[in-house]
């Protein structure tokens, strides 16, 4: 498995998303999205966990050899369901490093909220609503 440090846009899509979809799973964890600056703090977060796994992966301090480290939240990168979905399995991804997937609380939540991504994706499918019940 390889890791990379994410784009701003990958992360800014899954947090602009949250904001616009009221997620119960990420406030359950501490993020208060409606509060003044709350998203730039879980945008934040998602980003220092990117950087952890990149040097859970390659040895500290390696995640600055992928990129700068200057990470900035745009609340105007808007994205529809299925980059959000592709942003946050990419970011997923690179997230899935060593003790992060067990240990880390936000990154069992975005799995919680890829999940309901993509459901809500699924069900709006033609051919999932052709499919019979039962």
Request: net charge negative; glycine share 4%.
């Amino acid at each position: 498995m390889s890791a990379f440090i994410v784009e701003d846009k990958t992360i800014n899509h899954v947090v602009n998303y949250l904001i616009n979809n009221k997620n119960d799973n990420i406030s359950r964890i501490g993020y208060s999205l409606d509060k003044e600056g709350g998203a730039e703090i879980l945008a934040s977060d998602m980003f220092r966990l990117n950087c952890e796994a990149v040097n859970i992966r390659y040895g500290e301090d390696e995640s600055s050899k992928f990129r700068k480290l200057d990470f900035k939240f745009n609340s105007k990168e808007i994205a529809d369901d299925y980059q959000v979905f592709k942003s946050l399995n990419c970011w997923s991804y690179q997230c899935s490093e060593g003790h992060i997937p067990d240990t880390s609380e936000l990154f069992k939540v975005m799995e919680e909220i890829k999940r309901d991504i993509s459901y809500k994706i699924v069900v709006r499918l033609e051919k999932y609503k052709n499919s019979n019940w039962g």
